[in-house]
């Protein structure tokens, strides 16, 4: 496994990492925060989209990652994914990266590091069954992929800071969600999914 920050990336890994960012989108019309991931094929085909839903679904197994290398084992009719890349917006938590490698994905590229959940911390110490020929690749969209990021988490910190310079009572259920959704870390880049 070789953990490589390359500065040459294709356009098609721009293109398929800007798929990945449009499906973060997605995570954040849900109040969750913004992570894309998708799976292609050798060929060249998105055969796994997924986007983190941890909150809607009320499982850590929601990562976007998660979704992404479900859906295409389910395409492919089995769980090996050889040749295939996964693209993801940030770093992959450890799960998600030991999912990606046990399915034997041939390269991982990912945008903006998370460097308290991310796997940067684990890379050498992993046992001989997860040390497959992955290559993993950072940085890609590094920029656009760390600001939605911070984005979402100054919208949230906005919100926390609204909520208490309020004195009123919160009377509606609506009200309630949006002060529990907005209790979260203010920690961008170190928050995984
Ligand atoms: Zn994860």
Redesign the pocket.
């Known amino acids: 496994m070789q953990n490589t920050q390359q500065n040459s990336f294709t356009p098609r890994d721009h293109f398929f990492m800007k798929q990945a960012r449009l499906l973060a989108r997605k995570s954040v019309r849900l109040e969750e925060v913004p992570v894309g991931a998708i799976v292609v094929s050798p060929s060249g085909i998105i055969i796994g989209r997924g986007y983190n839903k941890i909150e809607r679904n009320k499982t850590q197994l929601a990562?976007a990652?998660?979704t992404a290398l479900t859906k295409a084992a389910k395409k492919r009719g089995g769980w090996r994914l050889d040749e295939c890349t996964l693209y993801v917006t940030l770093e992959?938590?450890m799960?998600?990266l030991g999912a990606a490698l046990l399915s034997r994905v041939s390269t991982i590229i990912y945008g903006a590091p998370s460097h308290l959940f991310g796997l940067q911390s684990i890379i050498t110490s992993l046992p001989p069954v997860y040390q497959a020929h992955t290559r993993i690749y950072q940085g890609l969209q590094q920029q656009e992929c760390g600001d939605m990021l911070k984005h979402f988490f100054h919208t949230i910190r906005s919100i926390q800071e609204a909520s208490r310079e309020r004195t009123t009572i919160i009377h509606t259920p609506n009200e309630r969600e949006s002060l529990k959704t907005s209790n979260r870390s203010s920690d961008p880049l170190d928050q995984?999914?």
């Open positions: 990562h990652e998660i992959p938590c799960m998600c995984c999914k």
